[in-house]
């Protein structure tokens, strides 16, 4: 059974920071691109940031580039989301995806999800 699993998210003062990781079992990602999402109350998900398998290349929401970065490491098949300078709008439920499409990028559509973990950012 594949499973993404979330950790890291917690309460913390604007402009402060949270580094994330999605631990994944059951399969190995390391040929597979991964993301982050994210969802706030009574908004849609939002695409937060991507990386490809090798971790060269990636991708970021206009919202979230220069403040936060997304890695990997794949010999823990883990994926991670540094978030520096959190905003209250940076509020959220984030949650880590990965593409079940052998090195597709940029992926057009996630197959796996996490349930995610709470981010929330107090002013």
């Known amino acids: 059974q594949v499973q993404l699993v979330e950790s890291g998210g917690g309460l913390v003062q604007a402009g402060g920071s949270l580094r994330l990781s999605c631990a994944a079992s059951?399969?190995?990602?390391?040929?597979?691109?991964m993301g982050w999402f994210r969802h706030a109350p009574g908004n849609e998900r939002e695409f937060v940031a991507a990386?490809?398998?090798?971790?060269?290349?990636?991708s970021y929401a206009e919202s979230v580039k220069g403040r936060f970065t997304i890695s990997r490491d794949n010999a823990k098949n883990t994926v991670y989301l540094q978030l520096n300078s959190l905003k209250p709008e940076d509020t959220a439920v984030y949650s880590c995806?990965?593409?079940?499409?052998?090195?597709?990028?940029?992926?057009?559509?996630?197959?796996?999800w996490g349930q995610g973990t709470q981010v929330t950012v107090s002013s």
């Open positions: 990386i490809t398998w090798s971790g060269i290349y990636t």
């Open positions: 059951g399969r190995t990602f390391s040929n597979n691109a």
């Open positions: 995806a990965a593409d079940q499409i052998y090195r597709r990028w940029p992926p057009t559509s996630y197959y796996y």
